[in-house]
Every structure is written in C-alpha cells, then in structure tokens.
C-alpha cells in the first residue's frame, strides 16, 4: 500500500516556473517507479516524466529540457521542477506509484494538483 500526497499546483504565467512535490507513505527506493502524470480536458492521461528506484529517468518529448523529476529520498519525496511553462502545459498533474506485488504491479494515484499557465 502506498499513500501520495502532492503539493497545490499553482496558477503561473506562460515562461514561468512552478515546483510539484509528492510525497510517499513508504520507503521510495522500495517503489519500483515513481511518476507524473497529467491530464488535460478532453485529453487522456498522459505520462511526463518518471524515475525509476534506480534513479533513471524518462521524459516525454514535449517536457525535454524544460522539466525535471528528481527525488529526495531522506523525505521519501519526488518533485517536478517546471520551467519555461507554456499554455498547453495546463493540465491536472497526478503523481503515480508503480510496485510490483509478486508478479502484478500495481498503481497509486495521488490527489492532482490543477496547473494552469495562462498566456
């Protein structure tokens, strides 16, 4: 069982920035991979960013360069450090955890926290 809790997302103007942070109920390094997630209306959820237990981490094209998953493992804690926000950034970011349970892995779901860049 794993409990998510995220920071408030933030209301920001388009080239700024806002940092998301999620925080775990259990030991990370014992999560096989951690993640954001967002969902935009009418739009899918979308993966943006992950970090694996190992530490090796994966974007989606359209956040290279602009965002940064990182973690802090003392706090059992990842964050989405946002730059350069643009207006289709604006979406609903959900913070997930990926364990694998014998030979299932199962998913955890934080609360979403709502970013809107405005133009």
């Known amino acids: 069982q794993v409990q998510l809790v995220e920071s408030r997302g933030g209301l920001v103007q388009a080239g700024g920035s806002l940092r998301l942070s999620c925080a775990a109920s259990r030991n990370i390094l014992s999560i096989n991979v951690m993640g954001w997630y967002r969902q935009a209306p009418g739009n899918k959820r979308e993966l943006v960013a992950s970090?694996?237990?190992?530490?090796?981490?994966n974007y989606t094209d359209s956040v290279k360069g602009r965002f940064t998953i990182s973690r802090d493992i003392a706090k059992n804690t990842i964050y989405l450090q946002m730059n350069s926000l643009k207006p289709d950034d604006t979406a609903v970011y959900y913070c997930?955890?990926?364990?694998?349970?014998?030979?299932?892995?199962?998913?955890?779901w934080g609360q979403g926290a709502q970013v809107t860049v405005s133009s």
């Open positions: 997930n955890a990926n364990v694998l349970i014998n030979t299932l892995m199962r998913a955890y």
């Open positions: 970090i694996t237990s190992s530490g090796s981490t």
